[in-house]
């Protein structure tokens, strides 16, 4: 038994050592943006023109009209996990009422996965803390910068200062934008959450407790959500079924955690 133990864990470590290997080589060249909306193409298709208009760099938008209501984790899967058709490794999950305001966004998507090739999780907001409370937004240590819309009026909720450097790390980030780096990722998303509320923060929480990738934050891309979340009771229903899954792992803190096992994996 001891034996078996030994040799996994050994094995364990070999394969990180060689796709850390292939990760040092490869770069990354060309993204694909999933938006997922109740809103038909023709009506929208202003936000995917100015996608393309802002990105920066080589990139395919998928528009998908979600009309019947479709469960953000199951969609999200199709694209993530569908290498036959979907080519782009670099993939970037978003809301449909974003405005990017700094050309480039998507260029600087690839520059933060080619330079920093532990993370394979990026957002704009997110918080390095999380426990049965559910809300990434109320942690002390939270980062990032979104400008929001709404009724009329603008206004910027700084979670933190911009930040000095590239990636600020954190263990759970917000889905009005996310960048995943398919190569890097240990889990996909879990469609066990049902709805579109706590599809982001399980997909983060099952990473993070794997101990890989590393998930990031950064203020380099900046843009404006033009609605601001509630708390409904899908919301609620998901965070129970968050708290049952990951209850052992609380109280999670990025920068105390030294709860890793020979795997790697947070205990």
């Not at 009209?65 to 080519?87: E, P, Q, V, W």
């Not at 000095?164 to 980030?173: G, S, Y």
């Not at 609605?227 to 049952?244: A, F, Y």
């Amino acid at each position: 038994m001891i034996f078996t133990q030994y040799l996994s864990r050994t094995l364990y470590r070999v394969l990180l050592f060689f796709i850390f290997c292939f990760e040092m080589e490869k770069i990354y060249d060309k993204i694909g943006i999933v938006v997922v909306s109740r809103i038909d193409l023709e009506t929208n298709k202003d936000l995917v023109n100015a996608l393309h208009d802002t990105c920066g760099c080589n990139c395919m938008v998928h528009y998908v009209h979600n009309n019947n209501g479709t469960s953000l984790t199951s969609i999200y899967n199709k694209f993530l996990l569908d290498r036959d058709n979907i080519k782009y490794d670099i993939l970037v999950f978003m809301h449909d009422d974003i405005e990017f305001l700094k050309p480039g966004w998507g260029a600087e998507v690839l520059r933060l996965f080619n330079a920093h090739k532990e993370y394979g999780i990026i957002g704009v907001a997110g918080a390095a803390q999380f426990d049965e409370g559910g809300a990434w937004w109320n942690y002390k240590k939270r980062y990032g910068q979104v400008l929001h819309r709404h009724d009329g009026r603008s206004w910027l909720t700084a979670f933190s200062p911009l930040l000095d450097k590239d990636l600020e790390e954190v263990c759970v980030i917000d889905g009005l934008f996310m960048a995943v780096c398919r190569d890097r990722i240990s889990k996909p998303f879990d469609e066990s959450f049902e709805g579109f509320n706590h599809y982001d923060t399980s997909f983060c929480l099952a990473n993070y407790v794997e101990g890989y990738p590393k998930i990031g934050v950064t203020t380099n891309i900046r843009l404006a959500h033009k609605s601001i979340g509630e708390t409904k009771q899908n919301w609620h229903d998901n965070l129970k079924l968050l708290n049952e899954k990951y209850n052992d792992y609380y109280p999670i803190d990025v920068e105390e955690d030294n709860r890793l096992d020979d795997e790697g994996k947070l205990t």
